[in-house]
């Protein structure tokens, strides 16, 4: 070995001496008497965007929350616990004339579950026709 790049190939080889055993383990377990006709076939795998789950609907006023129910805030998931947290799932802001008790109920109201992701619904995926027509709270159009 030298201690600088010379201009002429070495005459010694880097190691002491060649080695009779491979220097990395096989592919195969053992080898086979043939070689392979054609290489391994790779399959591609589809690229996965995320891992997080969709998000519930976002919380509202509007409904009345129960136990085990979810929503989403701040793209992430809350589940409702049960009582006695339950009734406070439905108040959205803390009440300042609460007692202690009470404020800590809210506070441990809604259990953080995970993150989560909106599920992005294309324009024109949204489309109705203009020949639809309602059925049972559904929108149909003839064929």
């Known amino acids: 070995v030298t201690d600088s790049p010379t201009k002429e190939p070495t005459a010694n080889p880097v190691t002491d001496s060649p080695t009779k055993q491979p220097t990395q383990k096989p592919v195969t377990d053992s080898p086979t008497k ?47 616990q049960s009582p006695p947290y339950e009734e406070y799932c439905n108040i959205a802001e803390l009440v300042e004339t ?32 203009d020949d639809a027509v309602a059925v049972g709270g559904a929108t149909e159009a003839p064929i």
């Open 98 to 129: 609460w007692n202690d008790n009470e404020k800590a109920l809210w506070g441990d109201a809604w259990l953080h579950v995970s993150a989560c992701e909106k599920l992005m619904v294309e324009d024109d995926m949204m489309d109705v026709r």
């Open 34 to 80: 043939q070689p392979t006709q054609a290489p391994a076939t790779l399959v591609a795998l589809p690229k996965m965007t995320s891992v997080a789950p969709h998000c519930p609907p976002h919380y509202t006023t509007s409904t009345t929350y129960t136990a085990g129910d979810t929503i989403e805030d701040g793209l992430h998931i809350y589940q409702c």
